[in-house]
Structure formats: structure tokens, C-alpha cells
């Protein structure tokens, strides 16, 4: 990551303050008055979190939709399956793994150096238990099931 996104990064989530400011405790005030400055900057994470969780969302859909062209372009039916069987891992893999990523952020203070790392960790993941459901559907039984009929995925990817 670039020193100038770095800065653009740190910028958004701890504003002008560092972030031993935005997580201090001002023990001259009563406990409620004294953690203002940590819930004002949970609030913002919180918003922070919505905005990124609805752009995983849209990066399901966009890959998805590529699944569906790919699916589409491809002329042998083992082919349109091994894409489906991929696509179905992968998309799953990813999802449970950005729940658990998500738990283990959620309860542990990290930085963001790990939050990266998890992030990529979850994405290779699912991108290598994909490729490895496809390699094993395509050298066993399994590839006499037809998924991509059996599942109508003919049908919405026209």
C-alpha cells in the first residue's frame, strides 16, 4: 500500500487525531463523559463497516455475474459445471470466511496491517478452495451430474 493511501486510510477512520487520542480515556471526568471520544470514533466504524460490507456485496454480485457470462461463452457442458462448482465453493468459502474474519476482528483489537492480512488470507482461500472443487469435480464421478442444468443456472444465465 502506497505512503499516500496509508495516510488517505488513517485520515478516514481516525480523522485528525492519532489514534492514541481517539481511544483515550480523560480520567479527570465522570466514566460516561470520560469515553465520549472512543464511542464517537465505534460510531464511525461502525458507519465505516455498513459502507465496506454493502461493497463486498456488490463485488459477490460482480462476480457472480462474470460466473454467468463465462458460463454463457463456454461451449462444453463439463466446462459450464467445473465454472458453476468454482464459482458455488468459492462464493460460499468467501462468505463464511469473511463471517468468521469478521468475528475475529470484532473481538480482538488489531491493526490494520492483520485486518489486511485476514482480508487477503479469507480472498485466497476461497479462491483455492474454488479451483480445488472444480479439479475435484472434474476428475471424479461428480461430473456426471449436470449442476448447471440441475440447478437452472442455464436458465438465468442467458
Known amino acids: 500500500m502506497a505512503n499516500r493511501d496509508r495516510e488517505l486510510l488513517k485520515h ?47 463485488l459477490v454480485g460482480v462476480g457472480l455475474a462474470a460466473s454467468c457470462v463465462q458460463i454463457t461463452n463456454t461451449k462444453t ?45 479469507t480472498t485466497f482461500t476461497s479462491i483455492g478452495v474454488g479451483k480445488a472443487a472444480s479439479y475435484f469435480y472434474r476428475s471424479t464421478d461428480f461430473r456426471k451430474v449436470d449442476l448447471v442444468n440441475n440447478l437452472g443456472i442455464d436458465k438465468v444465465c442467458k
Open 12 to 58: 478516514s477512520v481516525y480523522g485528525s487525531q492519532t489514534p492514541q487520542q481517539v481511544i483515550r480515556i480523560d480520567r479527570g471526568k465522570n466514566l460516561i463523559k470520560s469515553t465520549v471520544s472512543m464511542q464517537q470514533h465505534m460510531n464511525k466504524l461502525t458507519k465505516i463497516a455498513k459502507v465496506a460490507s454493502k461493497g463486498s456485496i456488490v
Open 77 to 121: 457442458r463439463l466446462e459450464k459445471n467445473e465454472i458453476a462448482v468454482e464459482t458455488i465453493a468459492s462464493t460460499v468459502v468467501g462468505g463464511f470466511g469473511s463471517v468468521v474474519a469478521g468475528v475475529f476482528l470484532l473481538t480482538n483489537p488489531v491493526g490494520w496491517g492483520v485486518i489486511l492480512a485476514v482480508g487477503a488470507a
